[in-house]
């Protein structure tokens, strides 16, 4: 039986639908079971547990052959490191106590990197906890989302911009959710042979410029790219009810990822891409 955390979410549903399909047991963490109805109605158990009620959560783990983890966001966090770092070492104390064999903790790329990538430290921190408390885990390291573009295409639509926090013509690994929650199954179904630690992005890497002239294809007009400075993102996302802490970190991170200085860690990480173009991604956005 496999455990789901963030089974309503992008990834977490398509972990639990691949292994749902695949024949085996799903039991789904959820904290709003009605967001999770089409799980249920394909055989998935759901149970209610918050990550952060360490007693909740380790019972949801009861008899798991594996667990998918991520770590959540919350994007009205005071201090989101420390919040995220108490829940995330809370969750693998609770993940060793339960004896869960294999975890497949969606981390991202630069989730090695102990500073200047921004919220990415996030990641890290749970990529340390689960080390620390000596658990069996594969850290699967994801590119840029390409759903991240979705906040920004009614812009498009509307004003034939694309607004962009990277720079335009720098390509950039990203992945779509689908191939994220699809890799994450799979490792889970590999078990503790799995590898370590997977690195994953797209086909191949991409620069918003294709994004927009992807989108300007997709929506049949012309959509040209904007790229407002980095100091427009804390104003930018505060606007939009970020908390001025989280807002902070995505500052950091588009820093991190404009210079470079979040990274692959390559090596022994293994390097896996996804099979779904950026176009098809961004037509089911765009819908
Ligand atoms: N965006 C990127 O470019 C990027 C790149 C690399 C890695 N990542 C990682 O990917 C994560 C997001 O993955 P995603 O898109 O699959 O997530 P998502 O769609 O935002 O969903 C988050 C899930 O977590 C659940 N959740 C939130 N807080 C919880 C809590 N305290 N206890 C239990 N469940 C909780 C949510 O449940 P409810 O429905 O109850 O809210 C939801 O199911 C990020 O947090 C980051 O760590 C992101």
Not at 56 to 70: D, I, M, Q, S
Not at 211 to 236: M, N
Request: hydrophobic fraction near 45%; charge should be positive; glycine fraction near 10%.
């Amino acid at each position: 039986m496999y455990v789901v955390a963030g089974a309503s979410g992008n990834t977490g549903k398509i972990v639990a639908k691949r292994l749902l399909a695949a024949g085996k047991k799903v039991r789904a963490i959820v904290r709003h079971p009605d967001k999770a109805k089409d799980l249920a109605e394909q055989g998935a158990e759901l149970v209610s547990a918050d990550l952060g009620d360490r007693a909740a959560f380790e019972k949801a783990l009861a008899g798991a052959t594996g667990l998918y983890l991520l770590s959540p966001p919350d994007m009205g966090a005071q201090d989101f490191l420390k919040e995220r770092s108490a829940l995330l070492t809370s969750v693998a104390a609770a993940i060793k106590s339960a004896r869960v064999p294999h975890t497949v903790f969606l981390s991202s790329i630069g989730g090695h990197q102990v500073s200047g990538t921004g919220i990415i430290l996030t990641t890290h921190a749970g990529e340390t906890a689960l080390h620390e408390a000596g658990v069996g885990f594969t850290a699967l390291r994801a590119a840029y989302f390409v759903e991240n573009w979705g906040s920004v295409i009614p812009v498009a639509k509307k004003d034939g911009v694309l607004p962009s926090f990277l720079p335009g013509n720098k390509a950039f690994p990203m992945v779509c959710t689908a191939d994220i929650g699809n890799t994450a199954a799979d490792l889970l179904l590999e078990g503790s042979g799995a590898p370590r630690v997977v690195e994953l992005s797209g086909p191949r890497d991409v620069s918003p410029a294709e994004v927009a002239q992807t989108l300007s294809k997709i929506l049949e007009k012309p959509v040209s790219l904007v790229e407002p400075p980095l100091d427009a993102v804390v104003p930018t996302f505060t606007g939009f009810g970020i908390s001025a802490n989280v807002a902070g970190l995505f500052r950091d991170m588009y820093a991190g990822l404009a210079s470079g200085a979040v990274a692959w860690q390559g090596g022994s990480a293994v390097a896996r891409r996804g099979k779904t173009s950026l176009e098809e991604t961004l037509r089911a956005l765009a819908r």
